[in-house]
């Protein structure tokens, strides 16, 4: 299966995935991350930040998703970009796929920040900022959404999701034994 994660850059996506992963990996040896960031390093930061490159950078994630599926891999993905047809492409072509929208304003993204986009685009320094100057779509029918202002930790908020994920919570891994 995989298990797609989105929303706009600084709303939690990585962080989520990593707690996922930290929590599910010793229990799911076939489990795989994949993060936007890390396959943008993976192929030698090719691309720029301009809308196209970013559709260019998903496809890459979903190609690499859909090989890893296919050998029975349960695929964690961090992405940013959500067009609908990207976001429809997954739904018909993704095994086992479940969409994660992390939703938070651009109050809060603004606030957190921690790469410096939003003040930085906001003082026109830099552009090609997803939801600044590139269209943000958020998803439209994720299977699940995630609130950033949530006050949880992000290891009670990982368990919070994978309880709320039929394949992963049918595999026996509830909550109370994610903590153990």
Same mark, same amino acid.
């Given at each position: 299966?995989? =298990?797609?994660?989105?929303?706009?850059?600084?709303?939690?996506?990585?962080?989520?995935?990593?707690?996922?992963?930290?929590?599910?990996?010793?229990?799911? !040896?076939?489990?795989?991350?994949?993060?936007?960031?890390? =396959?943008?390093?993976?192929?030698?930061?090719?691309?720029?930040?301009?809308?196209?490159?970013?559709?260019?950078?998903?496809?890459?994630?979903?190609?690499?998703?859909?090989?890893?599926?296919?050998?029975?891999?349960?695929?964690?993905?961090?992405?940013?970009?959500?067009?609908?047809?990207?976001? $429809?492409?997954?739904?018909?072509?993704?095994?086992?796929?479940?969409?994660?929208?992390?939703?938070? +304003?651009?109050?809060?993204?603004?606030?957190? +920040?921690?790469?410096?986009?939003?003040?930085?685009?906001?003082?026109?320094? =830099?552009?090609?900022?997803?939801?600044?100057?590139?269209?943000?779509?958020?998803?439209?029918?994720?299977?699940?959404?995630? +609130?950033?202002?949530?006050?949880?930790?992000?290891? !009670?908020? @990982? =368990?919070?999701?994978?309880?709320?994920?039929?394949?992963?919570?049918?595999? @026996?891994? $509830?909550?109370?034994?994610?903590?153990?």
């Amino acid at each position: 299966m995989v =298990i797609w994660v989105t929303g706009l850059s600084g709303s939690g996506k990585t962080t989520l995935c990593e707690a996922m992963y930290s929590l599910l990996k010793p229990r799911m !040896q076939h489990l795989v991350k994949i993060d936007g960031d890390e =396959i943008r390093a993976a192929f030698g930061d090719d691309l720029t930040h301009v809308e196209a490159d970013r559709v260019r950078q998903i496809k890459r994630i979903q190609r690499i998703a859909q090989v890893l599926a296919k050998q029975d891999l349960v695929v964690l993905v961090a992405a940013l970009y959500a067009h609908p047809d990207l976001l $429809a492409w997954n739904r018909a072509n993704l095994p086992g796929y479940f969409e994660i929208y992390v939703k938070a +304003d651009l109050d809060l993204l603004g606030r957190r +920040d921690s790469k410096g986009l939003y003040g930085k685009a906001g003082r026109g320094e =830099i552009k090609d900022v997803v939801g600044v100057d590139i269209p943000w779509h958020a998803p439209q029918h994720p299977d699940l959404v995630v +609130d950033a202002k949530s006050a949880k930790a992000p290891e !009670q908020l @990982s =368990i919070d999701v994978i309880a709320a994920i039929p394949a992963l919570r049918a595999t @026996s891994l $509830a909550a109370g034994e994610l903590t153990k």
